[in-house]
């Protein structure tokens, strides 16, 4: 049985930073596809940064200020958010994937889903 656990997010205001992170437990191949995702009040639930065996992608908006990373050892999927802007206000979820990230980046393809954590930029 597979759980993600987010944590880390918080209020901040516009320009701090913040790290968040997710623990995975139960077998993922490590080589598949775990993302960041963001759904605010009334959008579409959106992939902000994904990373697998072959490297990293990011959404245009968050591009050179977040920056996504694992610790394979610890079973933990981090993201680092820089500059943070009120627009980035949002619940951010970790997800992971039965793929590689270059097969999907849409939410309904994720299938391993972490509860959520809120980030409130003010």
């Known amino acids: 049985h597979v759980q993600l656990v987010e944590s880390g997010g918080d209020s901040v205001q516009p320009g701090e930073s913040l790290k968040l992170s997710c623990t995975i437990s139960?077998?993922?191949?490590?080589?598949?596809?775990k993302a960041w995702f963001r759904q605010a009040p009334g959008k579409e639930r959106e992939e902000v940064a994904a990373?697998?065996?072959?490297?990293?992608r990011y959404e245009n908006s968050v591009q050179d200020r977040f920056f996504i990373s694992k610790d394979a050892a610890k079973n933990t999927l981090y993201l680092e958010m820089y500059n943070l802007k009120p627009e980035d206000s949002a619940m951010y979820y970790c997800?992971?994937?039965?793929?590689?990230?270059?097969?999907?980046?849409?939410?309904?393809?994720?299938?391993?889903w972490g509860q959520g954590t809120q980030v409130t930029v003010s």
């Open positions: 139960g077998y993922i191949y490590n080589h598949y596809c």
């Open positions: 990373i697998d065996s072959d490297g990293t």
């Open positions: 997800a992971a994937a039965t793929h590689y990230c270059w097969a999907s980046r849409y939410a309904n393809k994720f299938p391993h």
